[in-house]
């Protein structure tokens, strides 16, 4: 499913926090967008989810303009994952009950089938449906976030920094999964993240964002390279490389 | 030797047993920089609260020694620790939004600080308040100093909060993930500054974070802990040599900008390394 | 078999939705059990309870049959607490008043919950024109005396236990909308929402089943913290003469008319005085236990 996104802009109150931003993602791709704090990156992926409905601009689908407000449709199609594990489940459900809420909204058949085959598609044991997201390590919270989104069978999969509230190795862990289910299920992909190895491991195009503007758009390869022209790309460029090496 | 812990363990009750989350860590530490790496549930936290006696009263803490420059922690009172705790080793937490007094200056805050430990008159304490937050490199420190909490960013309140615990001079510095709720290019600012403040002071410090390859830039060792139990200790400088699979995996699992992996190898614990 | 439902409700990994459900239940039950306060609010209650239900088989006399010529007797054999001031048995009496006065309690909880709850977590979740529009009708009650409101209320229509409840519940809801739009606020921006929005769910659903059930248990808290209070709003109803009316035995009413031999035969005020204090003091433990049952992280 491409994506285009046109001169995207949002204000909260009387400040602009996303001036103007402009990309187009190709169908199956994966599109990484790197920022730090407040840059507007989250901004721009919660306005495309359709969490947020006071936007201008243009955002696409297929070609088809996405309305303000989303009809329940969309969310078969678009579905996200967010940052915090913790506070993205709902405390007092079970996880069958967190993942049958999309199949009941939309009538889906099969519910139980669908729930089991996602379990598995997530390499969540079993018994792990009827438990609540307390007695679940972050990890696996992380497995059920994205077995969530999986249930709607979506074509795209908007990532929040899905991996940063967890421990290293279990990053490593959520990274390989996302990236064989994009190639199972032809997903596309865009994420966002502060980490530019991350950003560069899972995506092929990468967007840097300053202050509500990206300010460049490279390929994860010429990011590697060093062949970043705007300077924040490169002061960021330069602190990854240098610090994500043992002395 | 400024902190000398012999077999510390820590351990909770709870309604449903006893879980003991510490397992018997040991380490020294003179003036110089030792950084404590570990994955959440590792235990590194509870091992740098536990010396300032900060855990609450239910934990059970047993050591053969838990010493701070030769003072027995375990047996000090409340008043001891006050005279440790803030100032002879001062304590950096991650998130400065919650470890500032929302609605005091940044300067009254600082010269507080200052004025609690070295005495003198208000204006003095205001004075070296400012050259205090001079000596943490923010660039207009007057300004900064009539300003509140909420009014400047995460990297600046770390500052501040850096510049809190220089104000008594204390002997060591406990830095518990100071960096982890900060941008990629404040992060390093933050820990050179630490670093060159550290050298500059001959004081101790003591890095807890979980990023193994980041702490290696800012300590002279490394001391891995995983699941309440030291793994490994090395020189930072020999981390890439390191021996002990656990070390060995943390390092090889994290995506690389430079050296791209198609797939990340993913940690095989052994339950071999708690034994 | 207690046994076996303990493994099988404690179970780490359940394996259907029954279990899970019973097996929160469960641990939510050990809690209450191992809080002694919060066990003997729940058993004095239940007691009450079962004395109402059970009332025509534990009463000793008629309450409305008159002995005139053994009024306001001391406690004896054949009149276990006493008479009043017309000779009716004062144990019958407060076993026929705790139906009265509980099924009040109970009235009003069941008018005043699913209002406040309903009414809070709308204007919780819409916020904005909504949300003022609702939070500025609840001050308007919020802002009357409750007692002076009531007796306005009953006033207007006839004195009797139907206006009375209806009374205490016209003034009994706005602290529960607006506990239910602070519990809403802090829940309406999280991730957890915010996913429950990408299902494509109406604000409605989410509001009902998402968000009202995290509302549920600190107003469980305050209704069992409220029930003291309904509890003497009625009893000042009756006492005032605007609650239940004679001969119905109503405990608020039954001190109410025996004020007046409180120095010469003072157990006939203060057996249903003593009553009404048990069930209030009752009610504030099981509040105070269920504040740490409820609580989600507790558990």
Known sequence: MTIEIDNLRIRFGEREVVKGVSFDIEGGDSFGIVGESGSGKSTVLRAMAGLNEDWQGRISFSGEDAPQKRP??????????????????????????????????????????????????????????????????????QRVAIARALIAEPEVLLLDEPTSALDVSVQAEILNLLADLRVERKLTYVMVSHNLSVIAHLCSQVGVMVDGQMVEQLTAEDLRLGKAVHPHTQELRRLSVELEEPV | ?????????????????????????????????????????????????????????????????????????????????????????????????????PVKTIGAQVAESWRTHKGGSRREALEAAVNLLEQVQIRNPQVVAKSYPHEVSGGMGQRVMIAMMLA???????????????????????????????????????????????????????????SGRVMEELKASELLSAKHPYTRGLLNCMPSLIHPKDRLPVLARDPEWLK | MNAAFRTWALSEAPSSRRQAAWGNRYRAWLNLKGNP??????????????????????????????????????????????????????????????????????????????IGLAVGCIAGYFGGIVDTALMRITDIFLAFPRLVLALAFVAALKPGIESAVLAIALTAWPPYARLARAETLTVRNSDFIAAYRLTGASSW???????????????????????????????????????????????????????????????????????????????????????????????
């Not at chain 3, 534990?58 to 002995?67: K, S, W």
């Not at chain 3, 005085?273 to 609580?295: E, K």
């Open chain 2, 1 to 101: 030797m400024l902190v000398d812990i012999q077999n510390l363990k820590i351990g909770f009750k709870s309604r449903t047993g006893f879980h003991q989350a510490v397992k018997g860590v040991s380490l020294k530490l003179g003036t110089e920089k030792l950084g404590i790496v570990g994955e959440s549930g590792s235990g590194k936290s509870l091992t740098a609260r536990a010396l300032m006696k900060l855990l609450p009263k239910s934990t059970v803490i047993e050591a053969d020694t838990l010493a701070f420059d030769g003072i027995d922690v375990l047996s000090a009172s409340e008043r001891q620790m006050r005279q440790i705790r803030g100032k002879r080793a001062g304590f950096i937490l991650q998130d400065p939004k919650y470890s500032l007094n």
């Open chain 1, 72 to 141: 329940p449709s969309f969310f078969r199609k678009v579905q996200m994952v967010f940052q915090d594990p913790y506070g993205s489940l709902h405390p007092r459900q079970t996880i069958d009950r967190i993942l049958s809420e999309l199949p009941l909204v939309h009538k889906m058949d099969r519910i139980d089938d669908r729930i089991a085959k996602v379990l598995s598609d997530v390499a969540l044991p079993q018994n792990a449906r009827f438990r609540y997201p307390h007695q679940l390590s972050g990890g696996q919270r």
């Open chain 3, 37 to 114: 306060l919060g066990m003997i609010g729940l058993t004095i209650i239940s007691i009450f309870i079962l004395m109402a239900i059970f009332a025509p088989l534990l009463a000793t006399h008629d309450p409305a049959t008159q002995e005139l010529a053994n009024r306001l007797a001391a406690p004896n054999a054949a009149h276990w607490f006493g008479t009043d001031e017309l000779g009716r048995d004062v144990f019958s009496r407060i076993l026929y008043g705790a139906r009265v006065t509980l099924g009040m309690v109970i009235a009003v909880v069941v008018l005043v919950a699913p």
């Open chain 3, 205 to 299: 659903r989410i509001i009902f089943r998402h968000i009202a059930p995290l509302c549920t248990p600190s107003l469980i808290v305050r209704v069992t913290l409220d029930m003291s209070s309904i509890i003497i709003t009625a009893a000042s109803l009756g006492f005032l003469g605007m609650g239940a009316q004679p001969p119905s035995p109503e405990w608020g009413a039954m001190i109410a008319t025996a004020k007046r031999f409180i120095f010469e035969q003072w157990w006939v005020p203060m057996i249903p005085a003593i009553a009404i204090l048990l069930v209030s003091l009752a009610f504030n433990f099981l509040g105070d236990a269920l504040r740490d049952v409820l609580d989600p992280k507790g558990n």
């Open chain 2, 168 to 226: 008594p001079d204390p002997e060591l510095l406990i830095a518990d993930e100071p960096t982890s709720a900060l941008d990629a290019t404040v992060q390093a600012e933050i820990l050179r500054l630490i670093e060159e403040l550290v050298a500059e002071r001959g004081m101790g410090l003591l890095l807890i974070s979980h990023d193994l390859p980041l702490v290696s830039h800012f300590c002279d060792r490394v001391m891995v802990m995983y």
